[in-house]
């Protein structure tokens, strides 16, 4: 699909940026608005990282820590968390989410695999039996016409 390979991604200097943003808006579609964000940006030369310590969208509240190398084999680790609150009939329900996505980004065949897991946060309204729950696993292979292999 792509005609360039992806095999390094280094910066001339190194750089280390904090930031607030109290809001963020994109008209979309679709529209999307971030609340109260704070994050930290980091390239030492070798990897850069992505602290996300706080970002508010829609009912949830989330966190997330993004690595990869700088040079091949582009090395990504993604790990992100959070909790939301949906509405369950009449009750606000708390959920929290956990993802990770892994794997290295320099090959045509490069394969990343995600897993996420969505579950009553703790102290719920809801009885546990009947709270909604998730768990996902795939293999992606970002670089390919199909990206999604299961």
């Known amino acids: 699909m792509f005609d360039v390979l992806l095999l390094e991604l280094v910066l001339p200097l190194q750089v280390d940026i904090a930031w ?3 809001r ?3 008209a979309g579609p679709p529209a999307l608005e971030v609340q109260g964000l704070r994050a930290q940006y980091v390239h030492d030369g070798t990897q850069h990282l992505l602290r996300i310590a706080q ?3 829609a009912q949830g509240q989330y966190q997330a ?3 990869l190398q700088a040079r091949a ?3 990504l680790a993604l790990e992100a968390r959070g909790r939301v609150t949906v509405p369950v009939g009449a009750v606000a329900m708390p959920l929290d989410f956990h993802g990770t996505l892994q794997g ?3 090959a045509r065949d490069a394969t990343l695999q995600l897993a996420a897991q969505l579950q ?4 719920g309204a809801i009885a546990a039996a009947v709270a909604p729950r998730a768990q996902v696993t795939a293999s992606l292979q970002p670089w390919a016409r ?3 292999l299961q």
């Open 65 to 67: 820590e993004v690595r």
């Open 55 to 57: 970002a508010r969208i």
């Open 146 to 148: 199909q990206p999604v």
């Open 73 to 75: 084999p582009m090395a």
């Open 24 to 26: 963020l808006r994109w």
């Open 104 to 106: 290295a980004l320099a």
């Open 20 to 22: 607030e943003v109290d």
């Open 120 to 123: 009553p946060a703790p102290g």
